[in-house]
């Protein structure tokens, strides 16, 4: 008897050892796939990227530019990713007034934003995609709403990966349709690979419920769908106000240090020949003046000593100070003289551009394209651009010399003690 209970202790130990190292090596051949498939860049046996089945915001993409096309690469968030499908983003928009004005070569902007990102992202993921897909140029955009408070509050990921956070999603952003995907579900992938399997192929998959408004819009666009009530809408719009507010400059310290990084990256691609731009862009606290009452009278806020221009005024004077050459197109002033004559710009309770907001930024991107990367006229109108330069001499707020001095003796010395301290650690 005792005999028998031994072998049996034994073989339950066999078991277990054999499942153990079965687990193991399977474990292993997934992660060693994906490793694979992500040193791949997602490029198929044509040598073709689908960033769709990627849930970005695009189709698919050669790697290899065809004959007569001007490729840009265009990064940033949610405003870059857009609440529109492609062609009303205003990546595309720019795109097509640009081939509108112009017979060639023809540009194609891809669509490579992706939301709840910022500068360090948007650094990360040039360098992940530009080795793999050929362009001329690319476009940078960053949000004066949450950027740099995404940084120094440390809300964004500490890693990035290929959209990362709608591709974990298990339905398609541009019309809601289910997608089959592998989540991140599971302590092992070979439990998530395993969970994305029986979706696929053993159960029906439900409708995501996502209403869209208009066929013009991506389900980003329903607000209940993705869960943004008015009383959420309010918090985060309120909580953007840092950024104007110089009396708490020095809380996104970090923030603006990931910016002049950034910079140096920008100026690098300039100097080895690749054409670039940055665009700030505006919130709807800066641009609407309506909004702004509303979150006077909803928090009993006083706004008249923000500086709305606070945030886009340093980002350019570090990118200055980094390299002069840097193009830094502010769309804030567009924005605020089209809310100015009445045109919502933003769609309702979400906090991004709706159609019209797009087709705003993508007229003023085209317009810098045109002139300054193909000799072309300008396409803004009159009005707004004289509109805009107005603004532009209004004096702010908060002074040149305050934010010199921010830059001087708060952000270098940031800066250079966290070089020291890397410089220890290599």
Known sequence: MRKKVIGFALNCTLSLVVLAVSLAGAEWIFRAYERARFSARHVDGHGIVDLHALNYNDTTVPVVKPPHEWRVLSFGDSFAYSIMVYDYSYSGVAARLVNTIKIEP????????????????????????????????AIFSIFLGNDITDIAFKYTPPHWAPNSLFNEKDFNIADGSARSHVPHKFPL???????????????????????????????????????????????????????????????????????????????????????????????????????????????????????????????????????????????????????????????????????????????????????????APAIVPADLQSCTAAKEQVEPKISTAAIDGFIAQTLWPTIHSSAEQSGRHS
């Open 106 to 137: 023809h540009v194609r902007i891809v669509n490579l934003g992706e939301p709840s990102t910022s500068v360090n992202d948007y650094r990360a993921a040039y360098q992940y995609w530009a080795p793999t897909l050929q362009h001329d140029a």
């Open 189 to 375: 992938r070979l439990f998530d690979y395993a969970y994305a399997y029986s979706l696929a192929f053993l159960y029906a998959q439900p409708a995501t419920g996502a209403k869209v408004p208009d066929p013009r819009y991506n389900v980003a666009a329903d607000n209940e769908f993705v869960h943004i009530s008015e009383e959420l809408f309010f918090a985060t719009t309120k909580g953007q106000l840092v950024n104007f507010d110089f009396s708490r400059i020095g809380t996104l310290t970090a923030g603006y240090a990931a910016v002049y990084e950034f910079m140096g990256f920008v100026s690098d691609l300039r100097q080895d020949g690749k054409q670039v731009l940055v665009t700030l862009a505006p919130s709807e606290s800066q641009a609407d003046p309506e909004i702004r009452a509303q979150l006077e009278e909803r928090y009993r806020l006083d706004l008249t000593l923000y500086d709305w221009s606070l945030p886009a005024r340093i980002i350019r004077a570090i990118a200055t100070q980094v390299d002069a050459r840097i193009p830094v197109l502010d769309l804030a002033g567009y924005f605020q003289c089209r809310a100015e004559a009445g045109e919502k710009l933003y769609y309702p309770r979400n906090t991004h551009w709706n159609l019209e907001g797009n087709a705003l930024a993508g007229q003023v991107i085209a317009s810098f394209m045109l002139q300054q990367w193909f000799g």
